[in-house]
């Protein structure tokens, strides 16, 4: 295997920073890794435009190269040629502007974040040009695609024809084999990481004095989230006189903005609720410190930087045995742990940290030597290095296995 110098990777994500996002970050904070490792990185930034900009009138492709603290990040967008949607050939054109980055730079390792977009163009580029392709499952893209008949097929292909799979949760990874299970033996599954958080240097939190326990959560609220049951558990604890406030840090994404407006009056909170709204991340981060209880109530969620944030702020935790969450925290120890979509169950923990600011102190401090020791940056790090390492020489026993008159061509590239 050639020296990791001399090696160009591109990966491609739907965001990435200054875009708000968790993908994002997770891309922002590997890619750092991998530059650090001594790759060449860029970043592919696209995803298939919404029916609201093809209103805006239209364009020719665009792609926006910057540098950002190392990195070469290329924003793609593809042409519009219509306002009808159903006229556009939008997946098509990222990929023939994919192409041309390729024959560009002549990447050695091509890595995709999310499976119908930018995992199946990458895959397909791949197959194409004779790059290995790792994909990394997140989380929501596996739990959309399975009961997507249009994208179910899609899905398996992209699976079985990548080089190596990445989950960050074994049950992602299990789910995953269920439908492709030729990824038993190329894929691996481990958690997200966090840089240590100086939460005394963030500054004041964008929000006034709150009543009672500070119950609260962290993120863009969406189906997922499951912040129904958090809402019908805090009406449960007012309703028994308990003195708490529920604070949501984030908002919910305008596509269900109707159910949550609904659900938030259905719930009766009252001023015992406060949503932020969209904030920058030293400000939500500002937030964890108003917080008494963290809560990830999620259905389906990875592995959620949210709950590493909480985890580093020294935050009681009360979770959901839901993919990363459930295999991170460990009931009784560093958290209490409740069955998705039990409101009450999730009442019942809720009012137990609420009467109990000791084991809330307790969970919180062993929440905080967990993180630091299992979930620091360079563990991370070093499966990332492995991977890589793996993938490369699979790929250079490839080359060097062709049959003595085998010719092989040289990929394509600009000169």
């Not at 904070?29 to 298939?48: T, W």
């Not at 980055?101 to 499976?115: E, G, K, N």
């Not at 049950?171 to 190329?186: T, W």
Request: proline letters at 6%; one cysteine or more.
């Amino acid at each position: 295997m050639r020296a990791a110098m001399s090696l160009k990777v591109c990966i491609a994500t739907l965001e990435f920073p200054p875009d708000v996002g968790g993908v994002g970050e997770s891309v922002h904070r590997i890619a750092h890794f991998l530059r650090d490792l001594g790759y060449e990185v860029h970043i592919a930034v696209f995803r298939s435009e919404p029916k609201a900009v093809l209103s805006q009138g239209p364009r020719r492709a665009q792609c926006l190269t910057t540098e950002q603290d190392g990195l070469s990040v290329h924003r793609l967008k593809p042409p519009i040629r219509s306002a009808d949607a159903s006229k556009q050939e939008m997946l098509s054109d990222l990929y023939f502007q994919l192409c041309a980055l390729h024959r560009r730079y002549s990447f050695d390792v091509l890595h995709a974040f999310f499976l119908s977009e930018t995992g199946y163009l990458f895959t397909l580029l791949g197959r194409e040009y004779g790059v290995p392709v790792i994909n990394s499952i997140r989380g929501s893209d596996i739990h959309k695609h399975m009961f997507s008949p249009l994208l179910h097929a899609q899905m398996v292909w992209t699976l079985e024809n990548s080089a190596w799979v990445t989950f960050v949760s074994r049950d992602l990874q299990s789910r995953a084999a269920l439908f492709a299970p030729a990824i038993r033996d190329k894929s691996s599954a481990f958690w997200n990481s966090i840089d240590p958080v100086r939460f005394e240097h963030v500054g004041d939190p964008p929000v006034p004095p709150l009543s009672g326990t500070v119950i609260g959560s962290v993120g863009r609220f969406r189906d997922k989230k499951g912040i129904e049951f958090l809402l019908d558990a805090c009406g449960r604890l007012l309703a028994e006189s308990l003195d708490v406030t529920l604070l949501l840090v984030g908002d919910f994404v305008p596509k269900e903005a109707a159910y949550w407006q609904l659900e938030v009056e259905n719930a009766g909170l009252g001023d015992r609720l406060v949503v932020t709204g969209l904030l920058p991340r030293e400000q939500a981060l500002a937030c964890y410190a108003l917080l008494d209880i963290f809560v990830i109530p999620s259905l389906h969620d990875g592995c959620p930087n949210a709950l590493l944030e909480a985890m580093t702020a020294g935050r009681a935790i009360v979770g959901t045995r839901a993919d990363a969450i459930g295999e991170i925290l460990d009931h009784e120890r560093d958290a209490l742990l409740v069955p998705p979509c039990d409101s009450e169950a999730l009442a019942a923990a809720l009012g137990r940290l609420v009467a109990s600011p000791d084991l809330r102190r307790q969970l919180g401090e062993a929440a905080r030597y967990k993180v630091s020791e299992w979930l620091a940056p360079w563990i991370e790090q070093q499966h990332w290095s492995e991977i890589y390492r793996h993938v490369l020489q699979q790929t250079d026993a490839a080359a060097h296995s062709l049959p003595a008159t085998a010719v092989e061509l040289p990929l394509a590239a600009d000169h």
